[in-house]
């Protein structure tokens, strides 16, 4: 069976960092484009960085200069590193595995449970 589970989201004060996991069971992480998500309440799922099967990675301009997703195939597992948090970054975060790294949910066929990050002091 496919399964993405994300772990590491937390209560952060603003300003601080978090790192994201996102672990694959039942395949291989680095043949797939990874994707993280995240979706207020009321609002689209929005693409926050995604890394491709080959290491090129994107980012939302929200997020530019201050994420960073990086992957450890010997854990089969994606990473994003998030520095400087801010109070909007708050939501529930998602990782979805694809066929390429653009950043539209559609283009995702496998999706974890999400892990909640709340930036506040």
């Known amino acids: 069976q496919l399964r993405l589970v994300e772990s590491g989201g937390a209560l952060v004060q603003p300003g601080g960092s978090l790192t994201l996991s996102c672990t694959a069971s039942?395949?291989?992480?680095?043949?797939?484009?990874i994707g993280w998500f995240r979706q207020a309440p009321g609002k689209e799922r929005e693409g926050v960085s995604s890394i491709s099967s080959n290491g090129f990675t994107r980012y939302a301009d929200s997020v530019k200069g201050r994420f960073t997703i990086y992957r450890d195939n010997a854990k089969n597992t994606v990473y994003l590193q998030m520095n400087a948090l801010k109070p909007e970054d708050t939501t529930l975060y998602y990782c979805?595995?694809?066929?390429?790294?653009?950043?539209?949910?559609?283009?995702?066929?496998?999706w974890g449970q999400g892990t909640q990050v709340t930036v506040s002091s």
């Open positions: 979805a595995a694809g066929s390429s790294n653009i950043l539209v949910k559609t283009n995702y066929n496998y």
């Open positions: 039942g395949f291989t992480l680095n043949r797939y484009a």
